[in-house]
């Protein structure tokens, strides 16, 4: 018996938990007909005074709606009632619990299947204290004990918003779909009377305006600890205020289907919360899982005085138990350091593999679209579900006016939970993290969790560097390794651009048409039209040291070549001569595309720009170091080389670019059209850039492609 009462005490929790995690204004149907009699204006037959008077009165009610608007982007209405793409507040988003499904209901001022036959009695009621119009309980999803401390100017002028301001959509509601006993309303009434606290929001006048408003918004239309405040025994949040003997667990953080909500109590610095609040990403760090939704829909709106006010209100609240530092400054990329076991664990292999593109070997990420990793809260947390959770199912940012691009993060579930376990352990263990290890156990009960599957069926088998390790030659293979990802740094006197190997071929030769090095060289030697002849890999290696990275040659004989060719000799496997091997190359485009250079330079400044600068000059830190490489000008591929090509460089762009687009592993790659493609690689392929000496030595005997350079 003690077993069982067990289970359903937890199960009970991880529904209210689960279902907090939502921010609605309402769940069910809790809006009202605004009532013209409240608002009536008095219209007399008077000519011009008749005028202004309706001038007038049309004036304060756009203003009262506009105020409730405001309001509504406050308590985050539209997260929870608008599905994507749907008509606002029309409802039907489906709300997963571990025990069935509740869909948000219509709250459009429709007579018929939205909220117009409500009174503004009836919507207060169901905002403070979660009981609708016929008498029914509201699940927890909707957080009223959070409205319950709104003002009453603001309950009003959300209303009237409501009933005035949106517009009326026929949409019938779906009934909640809850198994037994969850299907059971009545005992919410118990719940309401234990732990509902009815009491509007009261000032500390021992505080000044600001603290008190910043309290306000945080503690009422906010509902910040729904999320952020731990349960007690009956489900409730601990604390509702900073007050009180149980005000030390308000918004000290909690766990919500997975997420880590973390603490927000002494928060960063006033700047970078208004920050993160406004544009969803700070110096620290970018959102992740339902505050992505919350920055989109309801933050970014919020007048910067609210948004300082919430700022100065959560730093003054003391630290929690087991909140981690505050650290006063990022990582700095310029200072940064790369870890010293990145190139001699599986951890760190992984990492380099699959993370660094985007975060960096240094872990400091990319400023404005990619985040530091580098003492970052999610990262360092003790509870590492945020991280692992992001992991296998993919990230996203937040879409707001700072940034409305959306960058994005495949999920990595394809990948083994040993697998995921060893490089998220190096990723708390670096850059000053301090967090401890991650193990595979973990990883697969989050996985089964959260039901996580791959989002597609590869054909290509992406090769793990941390393989590299189990190798009778590691130390080789890793440098070679290493010289296709930094080659400039590596290889100075070889190497005459900006450029690195794996500028073309990414993630060191690891990606499905992003011309990976997978059995490159079981077609060694191989003809080569542009050659004419018969060409070894060396040789092969060589053409890109002199084309694309318009430089020299390296020694056939010296370590370092050797060392490349011994890592495209593991990468061949079991490869033969005679064999097609999926995801090699880059593909083709159809060369009867015309390019249209014009939509190339737009196409460019849309989606390639904000990596490879403005002017094809690339993207550099601090310290001048490259970040993404320039496309165009001295520092870039001479003419030689095939990107010079405009249909080689299309088919490229057309699988590979730009990175976090969407959801493909691994890197969110590609994702223009042909068409796109096709006009913007005529764009940047024909924009200066060095000549190329031996031009005319190429194809003496072969046909030369409609698109050379030269």
Same mark, same amino acid.
């Given at each position: 018996m003690t077993g069982t009462f067990s289970k359903l005490f937890d199960t009970l929790r991880r529904f209210v938990i689960a279902t907090t995690k939502f921010y609605p204004v309402l769940l069910i149907a809790a809006s009202l007909l605004f009532s013209h009699r409240a608002w009536a204006i008095e219209l007399r037959p008077s000519g011009a005074n008749l005028a202004l008077q309706v001038t007038t009165a049309s004036e304060k009610k756009s203003a009262l709606i506009n105020r409730g608007e405001y309001v509504a982007h406050l308590g985050d209405c539209i997260a929870c009632h608008t599905v994507p793409n749907g008509k606002l507040m029309s409802g039907g988003l489906e709300l997963k619990t571990p025990f069935g499904s509740l869909y948000s209901t219509n709250i459009t001022p429709d007579v018929e299947t939205g909220i117009g036959k409500y009174s503004f009695e009836q919507f207060d009621r169901a905002m403070r204290k979660g009981v609708a119009s016929d008498g029914r309980n509201l699940y927890s999803a909707m957080p009223y004990p959070s409205y319950a401390k709104m003002t009453g100017e603001d309950m009003r002028v959300l209303y009237a918003y409501l009933t005035q301001g949106v517009a009326s959509v026929k949409q019938l509601n779906k009934p909640a779909e809850m198994s037994w006993p969850f299907s059971m309303r009545w005992g919410l009434s118990l719940w309401n009377g234990a732990f509902l606290d009815g009491t509007l929001f009261k000032s500390d006048t021992t505080k000044d305006a600001r603290w008190n408003r910043g309290a306000y918004l945080v503690q009422g239309p906010g509902h910040c600890g729904a999320c952020h405040t731990p349960r007690g025994i009956g489900f409730q949040e601990k604390a509702m205020t900073q007050e009180g003997s149980n005000g030390k667990f308000y918004l000290s953080g909690e766990t919500v289907e997975a997420w880590r909500a973390l603490s927000l109590r002494n928060l960063w610095a006033v700047e970078d919360t208004v920050l993160l609040?406004?544009?969803?990403?700070?110096? =620290?760090? !970018?959102?992740?899982?339902?505050?992505?939704?919350?920055? /989109? /829909? !309801?933050?970014? &709106?919020?007048?910067? #005085?609210?948004?300082?006010?919430?700022?100065?209100?959560?730093?003054?609240?003391?630290?929690?138990?087991?909140?981690?530092?505050?650290?006063?400054?990022?990582?700095?990329?310029?200072?940064?350091?790369?870890?010293?076991?990145? =190139?001699?664990? %599986?951890?760190?292999? *992984?990492?380099?593999?699959?993370?660094?593109?985007? /975060?960096?070997?240094?872990?400091?990420?990319?400023?404005?679209? @990619?985040?530091?990793?580098?003492?970052?809260?999610?990262?360092?947390?003790? #509870?590492?579900?945020?991280?692992? /959770?992001?992991?296998?199912?993919? $990230?996203?940012?937040?879409?707001?006016?700072?940034?409305?691009?959306? &960058?994005?993060?495949?999920? =990595?579930?394809?990948?083994?939970?040993?697998?995921?376990?060893? +490089?998220?352990?190096?990723?708390?263990?670096? $850059?000053?993290?301090?967090?401890?290890?991650?193990?595979?156990?973990?990883?697969?009960?989050?996985?089964?969790?959260?039901? !996580?599957?791959?989002?597609?069926?590869?054909?290509?088998?992406?090769?793990?560097?941390?393989?590299?390790?189990?190798?009778?030659?590691?130390?080789?293979? +890793?440098? *070679?390794?290493?010289?296709?990802?930094?080659?400039?740094?590596?290889?100075?006197?070889?190497?005459?651009?900006?450029?690195?190997?794996?500028?073309?071929?990414?993630?060191?030769?690891?990606?499905?048409?992003?011309?990976? =090095?997978?059995?490159?060289?079981? @077609?060694?030697?191989? &003809?080569?039209? %542009?050659?004419?002849?018969?060409?070894? +890999?060396?040789?092969?290696?060589?053409?890109?040291?002199?084309?694309?990275?318009?430089?020299?040659?390296?020694?056939?004989?010296?370590?370092?070549?050797?060392?490349?060719?011994? &890592?495209?000799? $593991?990468?061949?496997?079991?490869?033969?001569?005679?064999?097609?091997?999926?995801?090699?190359?880059? *593909?083709?485009?159809?060369?009867?595309?015309k390019p249209d250079i014009e939509n190339g330079k737009k196409v460019y400044s849309l989606q390639c720009a904000v990596c490879h600068g403005k002017g094809g000059e690339g993207l550099k830190q601090a310290d001048g170091r490259y970040i993404y490489p320039p496309l165009w000008g001295d520092d870039s591929f001479n003419i030689g080389a095939g990107m010079a090509r405009t249909y080689t460089a299309a088919a490229f762009v057309k699988r590979n670019m730009p990175i976090g687009l969407h959801e493909k592993f691994p890197l969110g790659q590609g994702g223009l059209s042909d068409q796109e493609a096709v006009d913007v690689a005529e764009y940047f392929s024909h924009q200066p850039r060095p000549d190329f000496p031996d031009k005319v030595k190429d194809w003496p005997k072969d046909k030369k492609p409609q698109d050379a350079r030269y």
């Open positions: 609040l406004k544009t969803g990403q700070n110096r =620290f760090g !970018s959102v992740s899982g339902s505050m992505v939704e919350v920055i /989109h /829909h !309801s933050t970014q &709106y919020f007048s910067d #005085d609210d948004l300082t006010a919430i700022a100065i209100y959560l730093k003054s609240l003391p630290p929690g138990k087991n909140d981690l530092p505050i650290p006063a400054v990022p990582v700095d990329a310029a200072t940064s350091t790369i870890p010293l076991n990145l =190139f001699s664990t %599986r951890g760190g292999l *992984g990492y380099l593999q699959f993370c660094a593109a985007c /975060h960096r070997q240094d872990g400091a990420g990319v400023k404005g679209i @990619f985040p530091s990793l580098a003492q970052n809260a999610s990262v360092a947390s003790s #509870d590492p579900s945020t991280l692992v /959770h992001i992991t296998l199912t993919g $990230w996203k940012t937040a879409q707001t006016a700072a940034h409305p691009r959306v &960058y994005t993060m495949p999920a =990595f579930s394809r990948l083994a939970d040993q697998e995921l376990a060893e +490089i998220l352990s190096f990723v708390r263990e670096s $850059w000053g993290n301090n967090a401890g290890p991650i193990n595979a156990a973990q990883v697969k009960k989050l996985r089964r969790q959260l039901d !996580s599957q791959t989002i597609d069926s590869p054909k290509f088998e992406t090769p793990r560097l941390a393989n590299l390790l189990t190798q009778p030659n590691p130390e080789q293979l +890793i440098r *070679g390794m290493r010289l296709h990802l930094e080659s400039q740094a590596l290889l100075p006197q070889n190497v005459g651009n900006a450029l690195n190997c794996t500028s073309c071929h990414l993630n060191a030769g690891t990606v499905a048409d992003g011309s990976p =090095f997978v059995g490159v060289s079981a @077609f060694f030697p191989g &003809y080569a039209p %542009r050659a004419s002849r018969i060409i070894t +890999i060396e040789d092969r290696i060589n053409g890109c040291f002199r084309r694309s990275m318009n430089g020299k040659p390296l020694a056939v004989e010296s370590a370092d070549m050797k060392a490349m060719v011994a &890592y495209f000799n $593991w990468m061949k496997g079991e490869t033969k001569s005679q064999d097609k091997v999926a995801g090699r190359g880059v *593909g083709k485009v159809d060369t009867a595309i």
